[in-house]
């Protein structure tokens, strides 16, 4: 049996802070992929996503995940989200998050392939998300 995922209050307003460094990071992944600078892609499109659903659930239920597992603040927006199209958006986010650990604290080196892949999930996951939020 699974426990409920531990989550953290965040007042509703301030997922506009989130959005805006999920924006930051966007831009700064593309970027990175231009100068073909492949780990700081992957890094900043894993910001991004953590950026972006942070901004979701604070958004939608004034809450983020309080888990050591990125992977869990995907869960949690699945739950609070019921949209038809969230799994499909969750599955672009668990992609890009899969990488963090390897990318972050290992000597792995992200190829030019996997930073165009995992810019192409990140976008998906963030143009999504900005139609889940107002403008």
Not at 1 to 23: C, D, F, Q, S
Not at 34 to 46: P, R
Request: with cysteine; hydrophobic share 40%.
């Amino acid at each position: 049996m699974t426990g409920r995922i531990p989550r953290k209050e965040r007042n509703r307003t301030t997922y506009t802070v989130y959005i805006k460094k999920a924006e930051q990071f966007f831009s700064a992944m593309e970027s990175s992929l231009v100068k073909k600078q492949f780990d700081s892609t992957a890094l900043e499109g894993i910001h991004c996503i953590i950026s972006t659903i942070d901004a979701l659930l604070i958004y939608r239920g004034s809450i983020v995940s309080a888990s050591a597992k990125h992977e869990d603040a995907v869960k949690l927006l699945t739950e609070i989200w019921d949209l038809e199209d969230v799994n499909e958006a969750a599955k672009h986010a668990f992609r890009v998050l899969k990488l963090k650990t390897d990318v972050e604290y290992t000597d792995y080196q992200v190829t030019e392939k996997q930073a165009q892949e995992l810019h192409k999930h990140t976008q998906r996951f963030f143009v999504w998300a900005k139609t889940k939020l107002p403008k």
